[in-house]
């Protein structure tokens, strides 16, 4: 693992350096007060500290590919949305730990309502779940009344209830075909929705226009820069990226896929167009690799990191286990009404 290099792409292609930004851990920037109190300590060593608490609370940690590399080790199984959610739905412990976003943990919820589920911090929302408000999705789906809806998992129960059906960037063409010959939304990612409509031959699709702040900001320009520098390299991307970024990548796949392909790839270079926590997971299956970042609009930094991801931190997990709180609550009617779409899609993905 630690002769795999990451290396700040551009500017490494620019003027030869290592990124000084890249894959440092950090610990949370606020004061340990504003946490829980004037009183909050911290055990010296954390990390056995929340193993003792995982086990003392017969609990489980789930966390996602884009979490902080000391979460993803730390947690029992870390994956994508569509490997969570099937995580989620079959553990049998009294308490789910959830280290991602919102919306996953809530999705655990649904599909496990017996399990209290914690997250380290509520806060961590979605641009994509945030950008898409259930009131102004109810209006426009009004104003298509028999189009059926698949919804990505990024949205709140709320837009999962309105849905037909779910799906993830793993298996969302195979979703699609589902409504062959119906008039369908799709929601709430428009570049997901560009891809999946070619991919599913779709074009009529009807594409609520959301958009993820952290895959909408590569760069298609300094990307094709960058593979001048690194001929050999291999472009990855994440569909949630623009089209110009998506027609750069050699191929184009969700974290799972991404981290399997760079992992089985002839390639010894990699660039990678998503978000920067899928770099842990390459590192540790691939050692020897060298992974470049792709670059970002923003020239001043080419590092693409979720900010709502990242508000987890051992910190706060620590503290969520042994309070067990915050916790992740939904009402009954509406959980069922959001549990059945996303049911079909893991009976559909089995
Ligand atoms: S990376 Fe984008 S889609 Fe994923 S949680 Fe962050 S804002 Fe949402």
Redesign the pocket.
């Known amino acids: 693992m630690a002769t795999a290099r990451i290396l700040c792409a551009f500017a490494q292609a620019r003027v030869g350096l290592e990124c000084a930004m890249a894959r440092t851990l950090q610990r949370p920037s606020q004061p340990v007060e504003s946490l829980s109190g004037p009183s909050a300590e911290f055990p010296d060593d954390l990390e056995a500290a929340i193993r003792d608490l995982l086990r003392e609370r017969n609990a489980v940690l789930l966390a996602h590919y ?1 979490q902080e590399s000391e979460v993803q080790d730390l947690a029992d199984f870390v994956g994508d949305s569509l490997a969570l959610a099937q995580a989620a739905q079959s553990v049998d412990h009294d308490v789910i730990a959830f280290c991602g ?1 919102h919306f996953m943990a809530e999705t655990a919820k649904i599909l496990n309502p017996e399990r209290t589920v914690v997250v380290p911090d509520l806060a961590a929302g ?3 779940a945030d950008g898409c408000p259930p009131e102004e999705f109810r209006k426009f789906k009004q104003e298509h009344p028999d189009a059926a809806v698949l919804s990505y998992i ?1 949205t709140t129960a709320e837009i999962k209830a309105m849905s037909d059906l779910i799906c993830t960037s793993s298996n969302a063409p195979k979703m699609a075909a589902e409504f062959e010959g119906q008039p369908l939304i799709f929601a709430p990612d428009r570049h997901l929705a560009r891809w999946v409509a070619q991919r599913a031959d779709r074009p009529d699709m009807i594409v609520w226009q959301g958009s ?4 909408e900001q590569f760069s298609a320009k300094r990307l094709v820069q960058l593979k001048v520098v690194h001929p050999d390299a291999e472009v990855l991307a994440h569909p ?1 990226c623009d089209e110009a970024v998506l027609e750069e990548a050699d191929f184009v796949a969700s974290t799972t896929g991404i981290i399997k392909r760079a992992v089985e790839s002839e390639a010894q270079t990699l660039i990678i167009a998503t ?1 920067d926590g899928v770099f842990h997971q390459i590192q540790q299956q691939a050692p020897g690799k060298t992974i470049l970042q792709a670059p970002g609009m923003d020239e001043s930094c080419a590092c693409n990191q ?1 900010p ?2 990242r508000l987890n931190t051992l910190e706060k997990l620590f503290l969520c286990l042994r309070d067990l709180t915050p916790q992740v609550e939904i009402e009954e009617d509406l959980r069922l009404a959001a549990l059945r779409p996303v049911e079909r899609m893991l009976e559909l993905s089995a």
């Open positions: 884009y976003v979605c641009s994509l990024n993820c702040i952290v895959h949630e978000e979720c709502f991801m």
